[in-house]
């Protein structure tokens, strides 16, 4: 929205509607509507749309600080042998631990996020990705603390 166009564009409203959905997903749409100064039959309709066209994919939990400082977590960047990468990826989303694999360009084919309730199961995970047949090698990076998270 420019300061020459009161009116944002589609593109605009959507992306401020999913920055308030990403905060808080249970907002009810009277709200987000006086907050994008839109109607509710529009929000209603925005979010039919990006659920539809995939841009909304589902609704889910927020883990709270309580939770998150009970948690250690680690990135676990691993090189695959390309043969068994999809039992690999099989294998890596067994692991309950694992909150996300990602393919990433450089040295390394994939990055995880581990997350465990203590040191003692996250080096158990750590060394269970490590053992597997398809992972070349790996190298892991405790998270100390958070700075940023949306």
């Given at each position: 929205m420019s300061a020459d166009n009161p009116h944002p564009s589609k593109r605009e409203l959507d992306a401020r509607l999913l920055a308030?959905?990403?905060?808080?997903?249970?907002?009810?749409?009277?709200?987000?509507a006086h907050v994008l100064n839109v109607s509710r039959a529009h929000v209603y309709a925005s979010i039919a749309r990006m659920e539809q066209d995939g841009t909304i994919d589902g609704y889910t939990v927020r883990?709270?600080?309580?939770?998150?400082?009970?948690?250690v977590r680690a990135h676990v960047m691993m090189t695959t042998l390309?043969?068994?990468l999809d039992e690999t990826n099989e294998?890596?989303?067994?692991?309950?631990?694992?909150t996300g694999v990602y393919a990433i360009a450089?040295?390394?084919d994939l990055i995880a996020m581990v997350e465990a309730p203590s040191l003692e199961?996250?080096?158990d995970v750590i060394d269970a990705i490590g053992r597997m047949e398809g992972i070349g090698r790996t190298m892991s990076a405790v998270v100390l603390a958070t700075r940023l998270r949306r």
């Open positions: 308030l959905l990403r905060q808080d997903s249970r907002v009810p749409v009277s709200e987000l883990l709270g600080e309580a939770h998150d400082r009970r948690m390309p043969k068994l294998a890596l989303a067994a692991i309950p631990e694992l450089g040295e390394y199961r996250l080096n």
